[in-house]
């Protein structure tokens, strides 16, 4: 435990939170073609965002977020993330920034960590039909890792 100094000069005691990646159980999510490692979840800590890391080996249906910023980092391989209609090409070490509301889709071989913030909660995807219109509501599968505090 730690004692760290918030704005305004309070004083409070957190936990350092640490995660190790083997830990963590694989989840299949073949509706989009990848499999997930939900790292930290919103509730994990004090930090209002989530980290997740995944494999996709195909198509992720398109559809937008209206609840958060969406980060994705490339760590491995190579493929395309379309925002609205620009499409990007990406692999390892790049970086995409999707604001909340923009419509997408991704593709590809690769792996990524996906960071949102506010954290993600199941019911934030919003899966689009053809002309941009939601068709479903998503709760993407998690579940909750075990965590040893340092």
């Known amino acids: ?82 925002v609205g209609d620009q499409t990007l090409a990406v692999g390892r070490g790049d970086v995409v920034v999707i604001p909340r509301g923009a419509p997408y889709h991704l593709e590809g071989e690769m792996t990524y960590l996906v960071l949102n913030q506010p954290g993600f909660q199941d019911g934030d995807d919003l899966y689009l039909g053809v002309d941009d219109e939601v068709v479903a509501t998503a709760p993407a599968p998690r579940t909750t890792p075990s965590a040893k505090e340092h």
């Open 1 to 82: 435990m730690l004692t760290v100094t918030e704005l305004g000069g309070n004083h409070v005691t957190r936990a350092a939170l640490h995660r190790r990646f083997d830990d963590v159980p694989l989840v299949d999510e073949p509706s989009n073609e990848l499999e997930l490692k939900p790292l930290l979840a919103v509730g994990d800590s004090d930090a209002d965002l989530s980290i997740t890391w995944v494999a996709i080996h195909g198509r992720h249906q398109r559809l937008r977020t209206d609840a958060s910023t969406r980060i994705y980092a490339v760590t491995a391989g190579r493929g395309t993330i379309t």
